[in-house]
Antibody, heavy 118, light 110 residues
Framework: EVQLVESGGGLVQPGGSLRLSCAAS????????MDWVRQAPGKGLEWLGH??????????EYAASVKGRFTISRDDSKNSLYLQMNSLKSDDTAVYFC?????????WGQGTTVTVSS | QSVLTQPPSASGTPGQRVTISCSGS????????VYWYQQLPGTAPKVLIY???QRPSGVPDRFSGSKSGTSASLAISGLRSEDEADYYC???????????FGGGTKLTVL
């Protein structure tokens, strides 16, 4: 079964850091472009970043709102994608999703909740 | 303020046809495909339309997408109660070098 499972969310203080993980199963992560998307409470979807596949040299793109603070990486040996989040602000409080980019964002994880609060 | 503009709400009665619009610009919808996502309460989004008018397998043909110029539309015919959800359009923006979403449209089935 093709599946994505996020983990690593939690409560973090403003200015802190957190690393989210996205474990893929049923497909090879290295073959696919991947995205991170978040959704603040009661709000819409916000795209955070895009990580291209091995064939595209693993290049990345970021939304202006997180560029310089968030970094996407992957470990193909673990079939996992990561989102390193630094200098967190209260506005970063949201559910964070990873998604596979294949004829649209066709596979999504269940999301992991990040709360930034003192 | 979202780069793509959608109406915040839409509604219809069972069996009716409703459309949801998505307005963009020459740097996104004008040159790239549009994607539509359905998000049921408490769940992750699901792709309904890809490449502006293509349906993934398993998506009913009641859902259809179209694009013209810098705008796109999602049409839902034969409205059903289970269609009550939030709908988002998305596209790639060449100027921003990133994906952009609409603000979402909450569909209510009366």
């Amino acid at each position: 079964e093709v599946q994505l499972v996020e983990s690593g969310g939690g409560l973090v203080q403003p200015g802190g850091s957190l690393r989210l993980s996205c474990a893929a199963s049923g497909f090879s992560l290295s073959d696919h472009h991947m995205d991170w998307v978040r959704q603040a409470p009661g709000k819409g979807l916000e795209w955070l970043g895009h990580a291209r596949n091995k064939a595209k040299s693993y290049t990345t793109e970021y939304a202006a709102s997180v560029k310089g603070r968030f970094t996407i990486s992957r470990d193909d040996s673990k079939n996992s994608l990561y989102l390193q989040m630094n200098s967190l602000k209260s506005d970063d409080t949201a559910v964070y999703f990873c998604a596979r980019d294949n004829y649209g964002l066709d596979v999504w994880g269940q999301g992991t909740t990040v709360t930034v609060s003192s | 303020q979202s780069v793509l503009t959608q109406p915040p709400s839409a509604s219809g009665t069972p069996g009716q046809r409703v459309t949801i619009s998505c307005s963009g610009s020459s740097s996104n919808i004008g040159i790239n495909h549009v994607y539509w996502y359905q998000q049921l309460p408490g769940t992750a989004p699901k792709v309904l339309i890809y490449r502006s008018n293509q349906r993934p397998s398993g998506v009913p043909d009641r859902f259809s997408g179209s694009k013209s110029g810098t705008s796109a539309s999602l049409a839902i015919s034969g409205l059903r109660s289970e269609d009550e959800a939030d709908y988002y359009c998305a596209s790639w923006d060449g100027s921003l070098s990133g994906r952009v979403f609409g603000g979402g449209t909450k569909l209510t089935v009366l």
